[in-house]
Each structure stands twice: as C-alpha cells, then as structure tokens.
C-alpha cells in the first residue's frame, strides 16, 4: 500500500482484482490510459473455482497483447468433452477439429495472479487486502469520486470500475440492481488423483440427472474436480451439503459413477452461488461493471472467465472515450452487456431444452420454464 501513500490519484479506479478487474487494467494501459489502481480484497492465495474455458479465449489473450506469456503458464489442455445430455448415450466433442486448438483447464488461483502480474508488469498499481468500503461523488471536481477501505487511506478518481464479481458492491452503491433470471447452486469436491490414471484424461464430462447436472475435469496439480449443479430448494430436501449423500448420488449416475469409483467419498464439499443475472443498468456516469459484476452465466457455459477478458476489452474503450469527453460509449457498452447476456439465455434455453427426460422433475421444469 505504501504506492498509494504517495499517490491517491487516479483516473481509473478498479474494485476487484479478479480476471475482470486485471483485463480491464491490462487493456486500459494498452490503449494509453496509464494512472490505473486495482484494489484487491484478497490475496490471490485461496482456491477458486471456474477453471474450463474455450479455445476462442486465445483470441482475447492475443487482444490483450499476454498470449506468449499465458501460453508459458503451462495450464492443463482441454482436449474435449463428453456429455450425457438429452439421451442415454455419452456424446463426444472433441477439441482436435477445432482450428483454433484445444481449450484449458485452469489452476485459478495461479491464473488469477498471472493477470494480476501483467497489469502490474505494465505498469499498473494493484493492492492486496484492500476490501472497498464507500464510494462518495463530489460535483464540479477533477477527481469526482472519493473510493473508501477497510484500513486503508481513501483515493480519489475520474472513473470508477465495479470488478468485484458476483455481489457488483460498487455498481449497487450507485443504485445499480441485480435481475435475477435463475438461482442455482453448485456443490464441489476436489479429489487428489496422483495415485490413479484419471488425471491422464484431459477431458470434462458432464453428465445431467433427474436433480440437475455433474461436471467432472481434470485440474492441474493432479486433481479432479467433481461437482453437482442444482437448485437450493433440492439440495435442501436431498441434504446434498452432506458428503455422503452428495457422493452416494455421484455413485448413481450412469457414467460418471465408474470414472470416480476407485475415490474415497471426500471429506467434506464446497458450494457456490451460480445465478444467471444481469445488472440494471451495467453502467452510468463516470462508473461501470466488469465480468460478473455486470451479469453472471450458469456455468454450463463455460464462459465466466472468457466474458470477464472480453467485457475488460470492450470497457477499456468506453473508459478511454469517456476520459476523453466522449460519453456515448458508455451507452453503447451498456448495450453490448444487454445483448450479450439475451444470446446468452437463448444459448441456454435451447440448451436445457435438449434434455427431455425428466419433464416432472422440478430442476428440469424450472430450467424449460424460464
Ligand atoms: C461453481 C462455478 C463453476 C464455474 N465454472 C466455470 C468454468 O468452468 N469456466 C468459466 O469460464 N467460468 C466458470 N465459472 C465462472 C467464473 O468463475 C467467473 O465468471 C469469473 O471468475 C468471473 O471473473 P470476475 O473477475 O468477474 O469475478 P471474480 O473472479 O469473482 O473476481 C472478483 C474479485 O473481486 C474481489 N472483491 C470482491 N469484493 C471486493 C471488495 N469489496 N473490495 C475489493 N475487492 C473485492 C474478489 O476478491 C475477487 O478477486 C464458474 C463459477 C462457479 C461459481
């Protein structure tokens, strides 16, 4: 923190040093934009989820000029993926046949740093522990926006950038609201396979049942990660927090039942939030949000950390145009989010309608309901 100590002005202030907040940076200093701070509530050092993403991610590496420096992290290749979906049968899409190569299967918390570095390699200011706390506006000043924290000195700026994820803390304090489109809930458990071949499959399996769906991948360090998408209200009556239940229903499932039985049952599970939301609006004046601070997307897509790269990339012109007197882009980057996140839901409409095999069951009613 001592940077700030000397420096408490800028004319970006990132909240949230996620993939969104570090992109946005990134391509901020990319365009010329140099006075940038990114304050970060954590410290990079805790597990995370959200590790598969597509090969069309390169193209956005490449736009932030770190697809060298990404390609030498030596994150797992994703070489395909099965899928129980809609019939019996487990389908193949394999990677091979894509012109733009294979998809990866992240180590997040290793990835997450990566981008936090090539913001601050470039010249970027990022805080660690630094956890927002208010955020006042003064009018007619050259630095409107006064941004508080918790136990740290406050810093003034011309522009504001919600990245702090899902809870979008900054854009709300702006009056910003969260629609909600869909709630569900994933319930995680990592298994160390260093004695066992399964890490040798490079491919995610994904698997739907009567209560939602399984996801299983292979993660770096030797680990497989296993978890169960459903809704809260499930997860209440089949108790699905517990361990044992949550593995006896892993050890029901058609196929991947035989890939995780020779795994002890995990000693204990952990569980996240995964919405479909979009924030109302994503962005106004001198503010606006990033990656999932301005929508969130099931995780069926596979597409969290690609739209937090590419929603860096396109607010990083809209802040540059705004800092230059030019504000329409600010209504034309509230727009993108919009339509973005309306293909989305069609993409993921047409999706869960492909699974016709439980119309009485209350996850798969909810899901070709909305
Ligand atoms: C179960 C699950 C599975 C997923 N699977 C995938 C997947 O396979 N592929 C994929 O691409 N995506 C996946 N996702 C989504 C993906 O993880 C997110 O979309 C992605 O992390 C969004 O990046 P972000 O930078 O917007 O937000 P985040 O990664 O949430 O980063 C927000 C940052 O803001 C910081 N912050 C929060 N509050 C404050 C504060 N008050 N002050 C300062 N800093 C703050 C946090 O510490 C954090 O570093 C999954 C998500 C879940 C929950």
Redesign the pocket.
Known sequence: MSAIDNNREFDVVI?????????TGIALQNIGVGKVFV????T?SKP???????PD?RKLFQRLNIADAFELQGHEPCLGSFSCWGSEQLGFNDNLFNPLGAGWH?D?RRF?KFMADQFTQGGGLLAGE????SVSVAHNATYPFQLS?DNQPPVRCRFVVD?????A??ARKFGAQIKMQDAML?I?AYFDCKDTDLNALKLTLLEAINLGWW?C?SIPNNQLVV?L?TDATIAKEYALKDPKNWFALLNQTAHLAGRVNTLAPPAHLH????PSSLLNPPAGNGWLA?????S??D?I????????LA??LKAAQAIADWLDNKPNTLGEYRQYIGNEFINYLTQREYFYQQEQRWQDALFWQQRQAS
């Not at 990033?290 to 301005?294: C, L, N, R, Y």
């Open positions: 909240v949230g040093g996620g993939p969104a907040g570090a992109a304050a970060e509530a954590g990079y995370k989820i959200g590790e598969s993403i597509p991610t992240l997040r997450d630094t956890r927002f706390a924290f990245a702090t994820g899902q809870p803390i900054v994933s995680a996801y991948a978890s998408t569980y996240w939030k995964t990033v990656g999932d601070a301005a969130c997307y995780p897509s596979s597409q969290g950390v690609y739209k937090a929603t860096g």
